[in-house]
C-alpha cells in the first residue's frame, strides 16, 4: 500500500472486480431467448438511472452547464464504459466461454499503462509491471485449469474472443479515462451524467433490437431480479466505488485489483455451483494475490533488512 494512501480505499476498489464476477454469472445464466444481450444491457442501465436520479438530479441540474461544457470526455467515459464495454461481453458471452473472455478482459491493465506512456507520458514503475505479470500470470492458471498449453490453443478460435478484445479495450479506455474527471463536477453528477449518456446511446440499439428483431424481453420474476440485480449491485454499487478508487488511488493501482475477479470466481464457484478446489486453484490465487500485493510485500522486506 501507499502510505499516503487509506487502507479502506483497497477495500473500496475490491468491490468493482466482485460485481464484475457476479455480473459474469448472472449476464451468461440469463442471456437467451427470452433476454437478449441490447434488452439486458439497456435495462440494467435504465434500472440503475433511475435508482440515482433522486440522490443526483438536484445536483446534476445545478451543474448542467458544466456537463455540456465537458461533454466531450463525459461521452468518452459513458460510450466505452457503460455502453460498449457492457454490449461486447454480452455478444462475446454468446460465442465464446466465459473462461476466453476472462483471460482476454484481464489484458486491459497493460492497456491501461500504454495509454498513460502515450497519452500523458507516464512512466510506469518495474513493481506495477511485475505486479501486472505476476497478477495475470494467476488469472491465466485459475481460468485455464492449470492446462497452459490447451488453454492457450483455444483462444481467439471465434468471433466471440476478438468481440472480448474489444471489450477490453473499451475498458481500458474508460479506466483511464476517468482520472480526467472535470473539476467543476462533483462526484454524484459526474456518475449520473456518465449514466444517462451511456443510456441514451443504448436507446436506439435497443429499439431497433425489438422492431427490428423482434426480440421482446420476457418480464418474469428470475428476469426481472436479475436486471434490477445488475442495475443496483453491477451499475451503481460497482461503478461507483470503481470510479472512486480510480480518483483515490489512481488507475494504474486500481486496474492491477481488477485481477482479484477471478479469485472472486473460483470461491463463488466452489461455494455456490460446488465445483471442487482444485490445486491450481490454490496456485493460481497466491499467484494473484502477490500481484496484487507486491508493492506492500517488497516495502516491508526492504524495512525489514534496513
Known sequence: MQPNIKWWYYIIALIPPFMGSVSY???????????????????????????LTPFAIKHFLAEISNVWINIRILSIIAISGVTFFNLFVYYALQYTSSTNISIIVSVFPVLVLVFGIIISKEKPKKLQIYSIIFSFVGVVIIVIHGRVLYGLSELFNNIGDFIALA?????AIYVFAVKFKPNNLTFLSFIYATFAIGTMLIFPLYLIDVFYFKNILVLNLQNMSVIFCLG????????????????????NLSAILFYSAPLFTA?????????????????????????????LITRFFNNKNR
Open 232 to 251: 443496483f449491485c453491477v451499475s451503481i454499487i460497482g461503478m461507483l466505488s470503481l470510479n472512486l478508487s480510480i480518483l483515490k488511488i489512481g488507475a
Open 267 to 295: 470461491i463463488m464457484a466452489v461455494m455456490i455451483l460446488g465445483e471442487q478446489f482444485e490445486f491450481f486453484h490454490l496456485i493460481g490465487i497466491i499467484t494473484i494475490l502477490t500481484g496484487i500485493n507486491l508493492p
Open 25 to 51: 454469472v448472472l449476464s451468461k445464466y440469463v442471456i437467451n431467448d427470452e433476454v437478449s444481450p441490447i434488452s439486458l444491457l439497456f435495462y440494467r442501465w435504465l434500472v440503475a438511472l433511475i435508482i
Open 167 to 171: 471489450a477490453a479495450i473499451c475498458w
